[in-house]
């Protein structure tokens, strides 16, 4: 059984994406940019926005925090969002969720620049990314392709389902499986909590995708033998954080898992300094200045 091991993986994604950085940076005269806007107090966001910031100092990245009380009225949010969509020092922007009660969240992120969209959530990108064109990415889903990817777990002609829906997991990640390429071209069933029989259709799966938020909620009976199964979930019992699998349960019949924690969860994040360094890279036509540079050697 290949234990996947998320954490190691992201800290090369990042030692990667440091030295990307740093090389930019002196061609380009600044760093990427990204500003991180924080509404509330709620210390699960706190947690988040702190490791996001600890990431972009590791890898050299120019960083802004916008702390702003739970009450700040929506337009004042609105004109952030604006000025921060004018700066040329930003290149992401990323609004933590959730907002508090009385913002309308989905107006909020609707405003941001689809090309400063580094979570991957703005209908523009949303809509790229089902038509299979070059996008944004959100950052969970991308993560569970990347660790596919770098452990070699091809996907392409197989089965593989995806339990749970939402905008930010479930739904992207199903349709990342659908497009074409190796990490893809799957066949993708999509469960949620009206599936009437869960087991049954995860029992075909060749990939297993849990993104529930129901602790252990997938067990070795409802695997097939010699499956794969990346585990998003992320849930706080009395015995620490579990994910949405059995992991001591069906660890002896899978043939890849992530394990929580150290799994998916430090990919997120890796991921968001991925989707920062290629909005600055767009921005600072780096490309075309690589292949300048190429053209004159
Ligand atoms: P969500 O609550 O928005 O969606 C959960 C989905 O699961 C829904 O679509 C629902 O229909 C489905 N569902 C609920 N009960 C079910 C059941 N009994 N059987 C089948 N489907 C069921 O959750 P989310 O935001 O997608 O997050 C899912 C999990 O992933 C959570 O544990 C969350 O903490 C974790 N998560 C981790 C990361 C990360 O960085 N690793 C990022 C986002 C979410």
């Given amino acids: 059984m290949i234990l996947i091991d998320g954490k190691a993986t992201a800290a090369a994604i990042r030692a990667e994406l440091k030295e990307e950085a740093e090389k930019y940076k002196e061609v380009c005269g600044r760093a990427p940019g990204l500003a991180v806007v924080l509404v509330g107090d709620d210390p699960a966001s706190q947690v988040y926005v702190r490791m996001k910031s600890r990431a972009c100092d590791e890898l050299g990245l120019h960083h802004r925090q916008y702390d702003k009380p739970a009450d700040t009225p929506q337009d004042e949010l609105e004109d952030l969002i604006q000025a921060l969509n004018q700066d040329p020092q930003i290149d992401g922007i990323l609004v933590q969720l959730p907002l508090p009660k009385g913002l309308d969240s989905q107006r909020i992120l609707d405003m941001i620049d689809p090309d400063k969209d580094v979570d991957g959530f703005h209908p523009v990108n949303v809509g790229r990314l089902s038509q299979g064109a070059p996008c944004f990415e959100p950052c969970t889903p991308a993560g569970c392709i990347e660790l596919l990817r770098r452990y070699n777990l091809p996907t392409a002609g197989k089965k593989a389902v995806v339990v749970g829906r939402s905008n930010i997991v479930g739904k992207p990640l199903a349709m990342m499986l659908t497009r074409g390429g190796d990490y893809a071209n799957a066949t993708v069933t999509v469960c949620h909590s009206r599936t009437p029989d869960l087991g049954a259709e995860i029992r ?13 909620l997938i067990k070795a009976d409802m695997v097939k033998e010699g499956a794969v199964i ?14 949405d699998c059995d992991f001591e349960d069906v660890k002896d019949k899978v043939s890849a898992i992530t394990p929580v924690p150290g799994g998916v969860g430090p990919m997120t994040i890796a991921m968001l300094m991925k989707n920062t360094v290629t909005s600055f890279k767009k921005r600072m036509r780096v ?11």
Avoid at 232 to 243: A, K, S
């Fill in 230 to 243: 990346i585990d998003v979930g992320i849930n706080r019992t009395d015995e620490g954080l579990v994910g």
């Fill in 287 to 297: 490309g075309e200045f690589e292949a300048k540079l190429k053209w004159e050697k």
């Fill in 204 to 216: 075909q799966a060749d990939f297993i995708f849990a993104a529930v938020g129901v602790p252990k």
